[in-house]
Every structure is written in C-alpha cells, then in structure tokens.
C-alpha cells in the first residue's frame, strides 16, 4: 500500500460519537474524568473476541485504517508507517504482537493512536467498543490464567457489573512492542529496534 496524508477531519474517518465526545473531552485537558480518583477512564476495544482497554489518557486519537507504507526488514507484526498530519507514525497489528491469528481488515477495524511520553505508535484493533468507566476498587492483578505472551502487557483486570476488561500497560507494550525509542530516534529506527 502507499502512504499519504490522512485528513482527521475527514468524516469517513470518524469513530462513533460517544467515543469522538470522550476523546474530545480529554484532549481539551480539563478535568473530565469523572471523580478520578475512584474512576479509570479506558478506551475498550475488541482483539481476538476479548475486551481489552487502554487508559484514555493515552489515545491520541482513533481512525479507520488507512494506507501505510510498508518498511522491510521489521518484526512481523510491525505492518509499516502512516504519515499522519506530517508524523510518521508506525502500525503495529496489535493481533499478531499478542500471538492471535491476523485478520483481514474491515469495516470494524480502527487504528488507536497512542500518545505516551512524546511517542505515537497506531495499534491495529479489530472493533472499537466504548468508553468505560472501571471502579479502581474494582481492578485486580493479572489473574494467572492470561496467556503467557499476553501477560506482560497486561496492567490487572477490571470487573465491571457484565463485563470484565483487561486493562494494557501502555508503556510495557511499547517497549516490548518494538515501538519506544529514544527522544533523539525517528520513526525509522521505531520500526527497526522492534
């Protein structure tokens, strides 16, 4: 596929409204989250028919897929760089870093963009839910029975009145996902130090 330009302000790009409110909210840096010292505020999203969340400080920003540009000699699942409003951003297959199966991409698929510590790396989920609301009382250590190559990347478990979701540590699945580098790195070495 080749890369371009991806215009954010693109309706067909849009996510659903609950979910563009939230992050719209958050990135206007006033103190929406919802008594935050009970509550965590987490983008929930689909992977392999599981519920996974990301805390919503951390997503940028949610897309559908768009082209990339493939960059060889990269981890498999790294599937190349987006050039979004003049960053060039890695994709990572969030599918295949975990060890699940990859899937074609369709219409449910979504792009997260995570921002953490000045770096973006966009993860390839299969279906964006909602945003939730986990009770931090509600938050428990990662039960032994998460997958060993999955385990890692996982911060605890939030019960939730019938759901539970598992709630990723942003900052271990970019080092580990082959995506943190060092503040004076580019986005070529990101893909490349994988």
Do not use: C, W
């Not at 206007?28 to 919503?56: H, S």
């Not at 997958?147 to 539970?164: A, D, L």
């Amino acid at each position: 596929m080749n890369g371009r330009d991806v215009d954010l302000f693109d309706k067909s790009l849009a996510l659903n409204e609950e979910v563009e409110e939230e992050l719209a909210k958050k990135n206007k840096k006033t103190d929406t989250i919802i008594m935050k010292d009970e509550y965590e505020q987490v983008v929930g999203f689909i992977l392999n028919k599981e519920l996974y969340g990301i805390d919503i400080l951390d997503v940028e920003e949610i897309i559908k897929p768009v082209d990339y540009t493939y960059v060889p000699n990269t981890k498999p699942f790294v599937m190349g760089v987006i050039n979004l409003r003049g960053k060039v951003i890695p994709v990572v297959d969030l599918r295949v870093r975990f060890g699940f199966q990859p899937k074609p991409i369709n219409a449910d698929s979504r792009i997260i963009i995570i921002a953490h510590n000045e770096y973006n790396v966009g993860y390839l989920v299969d279906k964006i839910e909602k945003v939730y609301y986990v009770e931090k009382k509600a938050i428990e250590p990662t039960p032994p029975n998460i997958p060993q190559n999955i385990e890692k990347y996982v911060k605890g478990v939030g019960k939730m009145p019938k759901k539970i979701i598992t709630l990723l540590n942003v900052e271990e699945l970019l080092k580990e996902g082959g995506s943190l580098i060092q503040k004076t790195g580019s986005a070529m070495e990101v893909v490349e130090n994988g």
